[in-house]
């Protein structure tokens, strides 16, 4: 296949295994390059800057391309109404209420609290010394400490995977008929056990918690923002917070096992644990592409494109752009500056960054310091999405000092 054909929906075979390949070349041969349905793919580091920051010609709203996707399904609803997928004023007005959940101060507090989840974790990963780290860890902290920031049992937090899985995996550039359904369901399941959490809370009004979220969102409920808003606000952040970390956490791990050297040097120098962090992330971002579409006609380096096109913007791509990262192949735990794009730019950058990195930091730290080596018994599981890179499984062995 010629690069220059290359269709993001209709990807070819060895597309999954090969992402950086491809996108590498994108960015070589075709940066700007038009997708079969006149949509574009942006894969240079410049491009990308440029649609995050100019957000009043690059919308995020998605209302006219999910009618056509979702109809007028749950889904539709959903995805049409979470704050990533506004533009200002509601955006802003949304934005806000987040920023409260998410001050120093409260970040402290998980801290500890994530601290003492590891901790729990590390007693049973010592006693099996061989086991999945995707089920008995990066899964199960975020999913743990974003229970706790909204506010919902982390007992149920299988049935918040599944349903975040559908949720999320119906924003895959492809869509089947199955991926719908289970999307749509999932939406009405998690509508349903959110307003069960609300109704709880707002009739034991003691367990309602300063700046937890959602004490937070039922607070704004009826002042800034409707009962619909305030659930899919809801259900967004469950989905954000922890599929992306857990992807942050699996890739971070197989990154420093494939590159013992920067194992090894992370393990002897511990405070080289932040800048490790960001190249785990450019490495290997966990949400691979970003969505906009332009209000009037602009330009785009020099191709100019008409009201109404949409572009996918390749974070994968970007954050392996040899004009922004010397030698962006080469993982570099020590790497410095690091401006990779894996938490977006602009006014819809990411709003958990600091708890993202406080989770990496905390679980890094402790198993780089807990175990002698970690080596994996097979090679994981990579799963068939686009715009998410999950590792579905990865068996592990640990040796304990
Ligand atoms: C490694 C982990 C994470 C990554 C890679 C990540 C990545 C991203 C990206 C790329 C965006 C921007 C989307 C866009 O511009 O279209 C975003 C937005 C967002 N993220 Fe994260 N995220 C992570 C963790 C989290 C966590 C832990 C939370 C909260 C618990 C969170 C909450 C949000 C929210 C609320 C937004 C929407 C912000 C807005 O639209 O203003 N994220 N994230």
Same mark, same amino acid.
């Given at each position: 296949?010629?690069?220059?054909?290359?269709?993001?929906?209709?990807?070819?075979?060895?597309?999954?295994?090969?992402?950086?390949?491809?996108?590498?070349?994108?960015?070589?041969?075709?940066?700007?390059?038009?997708?079969?349905?006149?949509?574009?793919?942006?894969?240079?580091?410049?491009?990308?800057?440029?649609?995050?920051?100019?957000?009043?010609?690059?919308?995020?709203?998605?209302?006219?391309?999910?009618?056509?996707?979702?109809? &007028?399904?749950? *889904?539709?609803?959903?995805?049409?109404? #979470? @704050?990533?997928? %506004?533009?200002?004023? =509601?955006?802003?007005? +949304? !934005?806000?209420?987040?920023?409260?959940?998410?001050?120093?101060?409260?970040?402290?507090?998980?801290?500890?609290?994530?601290?003492?989840?590891?901790?729990?974790?590390?007693?049973?990963?010592?006693?099996?010394?061989?086991?999945?780290?995707?089920?008995?860890? &990066?899964?199960? *902290?975020?999913?743990?400490?974003?229970? #706790? @920031?909204?506010? %919902?049992?982390?007992? =149920?937090?299988?049935? +918040? !995977?599944?349903?975040?899985?559908?949720?999320?995996?119906?924003?895959?550039?492809?869509?089947?008929?199955?991926?719908?359904?289970?999307?749509?369901?999932?939406?009405?399941?998690?509508?349903?056990?959110?307003?069960?959490?609300?109704?709880?809370?707002?009739?034991?009004?003691?367990?309602?918690?300063?700046?937890?979220?959602?004490?937070?969102?039922?607070?704004?409920?009826?002042?800034?923002?409707?009962?619909?808003?305030?659930?899919?606000?809801?259900?967004?952040?469950?989905?954000?917070?922890?599929?992306?970390?857990?992807?942050?956490?699996?890739?971070?791990?197989?990154?420093?096992?494939?590159?013992?050297?920067?194992?090894?040097?992370?393990?002897?120098?511990?405070?080289?644990?932040?800048?490790?962090?960001?190249?785990?992330?450019?490495?290997?971002?966990?949400?691979?592409?970003?969505?906009?579409?332009?209000?009037?006609?602009?330009?785009?380096?020099?191709?100019?494109?008409?009201?109404?096109?949409?572009?996918?913007?390749?974070?994968?791509?970007?954050?392996?752009?040899?004009?922004?990262?010397?030698?962006?192949?080469?993982?570099?735990?020590?790497?410095?500056?690091?401006?990779?794009?894996?938490?977006?730019?602009?006014?819809?950058?990411?709003?958990?960054?600091?708890?993202?990195?406080?989770?990496?930091?905390?679980?890094?730290?402790?198993?780089?310091?807990?175990?002698?080596?970690?080596?994996?018994?097979?090679?994981?599981?990579?799963?068939?999405?686009?715009?998410?890179?999950?590792?579905?499984?990865?068996?592990?062995?640990?040796?304990?000092?």
């Amino acid at each position: 296949m010629s690069i220059e054909s290359f269709d993001l929906y209709n990807p070819p075979s060895d597309f999954i295994n090969n992402v950086y390949k491809y996108y590498n070349l994108l960015r070589e041969k075709s940066p700007i390059h038009k997708n079969s349905d006149g949509s574009y793919i942006l894969t240079r580091y410049k491009d990308l800057v440029g649609v995050y920051r100019n957000f009043k010609v690059w919308s995020s709203d998605k209302r006219t391309e999910f009618r056509e996707k979702f109809g &007028s399904s749950p *889904l539709f609803e959903h995805h049409t109404t #979470s @704050v990533v997928f %506004v533009d200002p004023p =509601d955006h802003t007005r +949304i !934005r806000k209420i987040f920023q409260q959940a998410f001050t120093p101060k409260s970040i402290l507090g998980l801290e500890r609290n994530i601290n003492k989840l590891v901790d729990s974790y590390l007693v049973m990963m010592h006693a099996k010394k061989k086991f999945d780290f995707v089920s008995d860890f &990066s899964f199960r *902290l975020p999913v743990d400490v974003v229970c #706790s @920031v909204l506010g %919902v049992p982390s007992e =149920d937090r299988h049935l +918040i !995977r599944d349903w975040a899985h559908k949720i999320l995996g119906a924003l895959e550039p492809k869509l089947t008929h199955k991926q719908f359904d289970e999307g749509s369901t999932a939406v009405i399941n998690f509508k349903q056990y959110l307003k069960d959490q609300i109704k709880f809370r707002k009739t034991h009004k003691d367990i309602n918690k300063a700046n937890e979220v959602l004490s937070l969102l039922i607070e704004a409920e009826g002042l800034e923002l409707s009962e619909t808003e305030l659930l899919h606000q809801c259900i967004f952040m469950l989905n954000a917070g922890h599929e992306t970390s857990t992807n942050m956490l699996s890739h971070g791990l197989n990154e420093l096992i494939n590159h013992k050297d920067q194992y090894k040097l992370l393990q002897k120098e511990p405070g080289r644990i932040d800048t490790a962090i960001d190249e785990i992330l450019r490495f290997q971002p966990p949400i691979q592409i970003n969505n906009r579409r332009c209000l009037e006609k602009t330009k785009i380096g020099n191709v100019v494109v008409p009201e109404g096109t949409s572009v996918h913007m390749i974070i994968a791509g970007a954050n392996r752009d040899p004009l922004q990262f010397f030698k962006p192949e080469t993982f570099d735990i020590s790497r410095s500056p690091n401006r990779h794009l894996s938490f977006g730019l602009g006014i819809h950058i990411c709003a958990g960054i600091n708890l993202a990195r406080v989770e990496a930091k905390v679980a890094f730290q402790s198993l780089m310091s807990s175990f002698r080596e970690i080596n994996l018994i097979k090679k994981p599981k990579i799963a068939n999405r686009i715009r998410f890179r999950e590792i579905k499984e990865m068996q592990i062995e640990i040796s304990s000092y």
